[in-house]
Every structure is written in C-alpha cells, then in structure tokens.
C-alpha cells in the first residue's frame, strides 16, 4: 500500500473508540537470573504466575518455559493529557533476570485524540522515573532471589494501543487503509506530515488473523484492532525484555573482550607470565563467558512460539522491526571472539609454564652435575 504524502492539515478520521487501552511498557534487568520459586515466598500477594491467555487454536506445549510471575502494585495516576494512567502497574518478572513494568491507559473518544496521547508517551519522564522506583522497589525485597544483582540503570520502552472497537463500526483493514497517515503518526508520535516512504514503513509490519483485526507492528509501538489481543500483546512485551536483554548482553561481551585484550597485553614478557601469571584473567574471562552463554540461551529459551504460525508471524515481524537478528549475530561473534581470546590466552599461559619447567629441569640438571664436581675438589 502507497501513501501519497501531504502538507495539508491531516483529515480527522470522524471514528470514536468505544473501548481500548494503550500500554507502556518498561523492561529492566536487575541481575543474571531471579529466582521465582524465592520471589513467590518473599511477596504474600497480588501475585500469579503467568501464562498466556490464549484467542486462537495453539497445542498445549506452546507457553513460556519457565512461566514469569506476575505481580500488581499500586501507582499514582499519571496524567497525559485528557488520559491518565489506572492507578495499579503490572510487573512481570522473568527468570533470566528482567523486569517488564507495564502501565495501562484507558481509551475513550475520538480516535484522532491518540495523536497527542502518542506524543506525550513518548519518553515521559513520569512514566520512566514511576517504572524505575517500582523496579528499584522490587529489587530490595527480593535481593536475596536474584543471582549477582545488577543496578537497572537500562530501560527499553514501548507502547501498545489496543482498539477493541470503533463507532461507526468498520472493518480494521477499510479503517487502516483511509486513515494510513493517522495511524503512521500514532506510531511514530510524530505530529506533523509524514513522507509517503515513512508511511509505508511505518505500516509493512502488518498481519490479521481474521477479518475482524489487524496487527500493526512499528519499532517505537504497536496497534492491535482486535477485542482479544492478551496473546498477541504478550509476545511483544516479550520482545521488548527480549531486546533489552540482547543490548544489555552485548554491552557485557564490549567489556569482555576489553578485559581480555588487556589481559593479552600483560602476557607480552616472560618474566611478567611468571611473576604476576594469568590463571585470576582466565577466571574472570570464563566467569564472564559463562554468565553471557546463560543469559543468551535462557532469553532465547524463555518463549516457544514453534506450535503457534500465528504468534510465531508476530514474533518474527517484532524481531525484525526490533533488528534481534542483527544483535543475536553480534553477540554469537562476540561470543566466538570471547572463546578464541581465552583459548590464546590459555595456550599462552600453558606454553609458558612448559617453558619454566624446561628452565628447572635444566637447572636441576646442571645442580647435579655441579655438586659432584664441587664435592671432589675439596
């Protein structure tokens, strides 16, 4: 679908929601792993584990591997213009570490509205600074389940708006398709025009189910037309942790593979070798090694979506948009580069040794070879 471009004021829709929720998500990492089993016996209440609500047809082993838990917290109101935040978050917590606060917003009105809505979303301090406390919260009372704890100082945002239904009443796709610069602007939070290129962008990421919906999927958020979306909003928010993860992890492997190149720097000599070794330099590489190969694999791990082809669709346009291709190769070659560093670095360290012990054996020779001699003169 082309859109021509315009200058001219954007055309109201003339449609009002009748029923809808825009969602703010904020995903943290807080630590290498939590362990959920002790979060369910630190926190007494407004607490389940979570599963996903299913719409459609999907086998039994589709579900999260290890189910987050899910918990409710109480908040001020947030306001945002002519909408306000309900007064409780939701928090989910992941096993591999990461926290997803999610604040809803209830929509009622004209359409045209979530225009303004979009931009007072977009990097709102309220929003953050209120997700960053009841994360910071959360992490104090569950320190002691959370393995090498971590300050969550990175946060990665997005937002989703569910229309559950429109007045007048129209099919999704006749909506989207009359009112594509509205619904680009939305999902851009951008107030003015817009090129025909970044409207076809903004909307390439799009799938239905049925004729009744429409998934729109665009890097800042995402529109859902459709009355039951709990599985579909699911894997986004999935995908969001799921990016913070990735970012983070390779901001971790950057350090590695500083920490590794200095360590190659100090075994430039063979007395600095003998005098300081490097055995604490490969413990750290191999800590570090390990902790990103775990983190890698439970994030990777953590949802299955291979019994689902529709999930799965939207899983893969949320990877695209959110370029988790591009990280996870960058964080396999990086892995790959961590492992040929400490393998140098360990062939190192064993040539060296054989080294010295040529040195003693040698030096040991020419002892007892000496002493006789020493002995006979006397």
Same mark, same amino acid.
């Given at each position: 679908?082309?859109?021509?471009?315009?200058?001219?004021?954007?055309?109201?829709?003339?449609?009002?929601?009748?029923?809808?929720?825009?969602?703010?998500?904020?995903?943290?990492?807080?630590?290498?792993?939590? &362990?959920?089993?002790?979060?369910?016996?630190?926190?007494?209440?407004?607490?389940?584990?979570?599963?996903?609500?299913?719409?459609?047809?999907?086998? !039994?082993?589709?579900?999260?591997?290890?189910?987050?838990?899910?918990?409710?917290?109480?908040?001020?109101?947030?306001?945002?213009?002519?909408?306000?935040?309900?007064?409780?978050?939701?928090?989910?917590?992941?096993?591999?570490?990461?926290?997803?606060?999610?604040?809803?917003?209830?929509?009622?009105?004209?359409?045209?509205?979530?225009?303004?809505?979009?931009?007072?979303?977009?990097?709102?301090?309220?929003?953050?600074?209120?997700?960053?406390?009841?994360?910071?919260?959360?992490?104090?009372?569950?320190?002691?389940?959370?393995?090498?704890?971590?300050?969550?100082?990175?946060?990665?945002?997005?937002?989703?708006?569910?229309?559950?239904?429109?007045?007048?009443?129209?099919?999704?796709?006749?909506?989207?398709?009359?009112?594509?610069?509205?619904?680009? &602007?939305?999902?851009?939070?951008?107030?003015?025009?817009?090129?025909?290129?970044?409207?076809?962008?903004?909307?390439?990421?799009?799938?239905?189910?049925?004729?009744?919906?429409? !998934?729109?999927?665009?890097?800042?958020?995402?529109?859902?037309?459709?009355?039951?979306?709990?599985?579909?909003?699911?894997?986004?928010?999935?995908?969001?942790?799921?990016?913070?993860?990735?970012?983070?992890?390779?901001?971790?492997?950057?350090?590695?593979?500083?920490?590794?190149?200095?360590?190659?720097?100090?075994?430039?000599?063979?007395?600095?070798?003998?005098?300081?070794?490097?055995?604490?330099?490969?413990?750290?590489?191999?800590?570090? &090694?390990?902790?990103?190969?775990?983190?890698?694999?439970?994030?990777?791990?953590?949802?299955?979506?291979?019994?689902?082809?529709?999930?799965?669709?939207?899983?893969?346009?949320?990877?695209?948009?959110?370029?988790?291709?591009?990280?996870?190769?960058?964080?396999?070659?990086?892995?790959?580069?961590?492992?040929?560093?400490?393998?140098?670095?360990?062939?190192?360290?064993?040539?060296?040794?054989?080294?010295?012990?040529?040195?003693?054996?040698?030096?040991?020779?020419?002892?007892?070879?000496?002493?006789?001699?020493?002995?006979?003169?006397?």
């Amino acid at each position: 679908m082309t859109v021509a471009a315009t200058n001219t004021p954007v055309p109201p829709t003339g449609q009002v929601i009748r029923r809808g929720t825009a969602y703010a998500h904020f995903a943290y990492d807080v630590g290498l792993s939590i &362990q959920l089993d002790k979060v369910e016996a630190l926190i007494s209440e407004n607490k389940q584990r979570e599963t996903i609500r299913r719409t459609r047809r999907a086998p !039994t082993y589709f579900e999260y591997q290890a189910p987050p838990l899910r918990l409710t917290q109480s908040c001020d109101r947030v306001p945002l213009g002519r909408f306000a935040t309900a007064p409780t978050a939701e928090i989910l917590v992941f096993d591999f570490g990461a926290v997803s606060v999610t604040f809803s917003v209830p929509l009622e009105g004209a359409f045209d509205d979530l225009r303004a809505l979009a931009d007072d979303l977009y990097d709102n301090t309220h929003l953050l600074e209120g997700s960053q406390a009841l994360v910071e919260t959360l992490a104090r009372s569950i320190r002691p389940a959370i393995v090498k704890p971590g300050p969550s100082n990175r946060v990665e945002d997005y937002m989703i708006y569910q229309i559950e239904s429109l007045e007048p009443a129209e099919s999704p796709a006749e909506f989207v398709g009359r009112n594509a610069l509205a619904v680009a &602007q939305i999902l851009r939070a951008e107030q003015g025009p817009l090129s025909a290129q970044e409207i076809d962008d903004a909307l390439s990421c799009r799938m239905s189910f049925s004729p009744s919906d429409v !998934t729109i999927i665009d890097w800042n958020a995402a529109m859902l037309f459709d009355a039951e979306a709990d599985d579909v909003r699911a894997v986004l928010e999935f995908s969001n942790v799921e990016l913070l993860e990735m970012r983070f992890l390779d901001d971790q492997l950057d350090r590695a593979l500083d920490r590794a190149t200095e360590a190659l720097g100090r075994m430039r000599g063979f007395v600095s070798t003998v005098l300081h070794g490097s055995a604490a330099d490969l413990r750290r590489i191999a800590e570090l &090694q390990i902790d990103a190969a775990l983190l890698y694999e439970s994030v990777n791990n953590a949802l299955k979506l291979m019994g689902d082809p529709y999930l799965a669709r939207v899983s893969r346009l949320a990877s695209q948009r959110f370029h988790l291709n591009d990280w996870d190769a960058s964080i396999l070659r990086k892995l790959q580069t961590i492992e040929s560093v400490y393998q140098k670095i360990a062939d190192r360290e064993n040539t060296r040794r054989m080294e010295l012990l040529e040195w003693i054996i040698i030096a040991l020779i020419a002892v007892s070879i000496l002493l006789p001699l020493a002995g006979g003169n006397k």
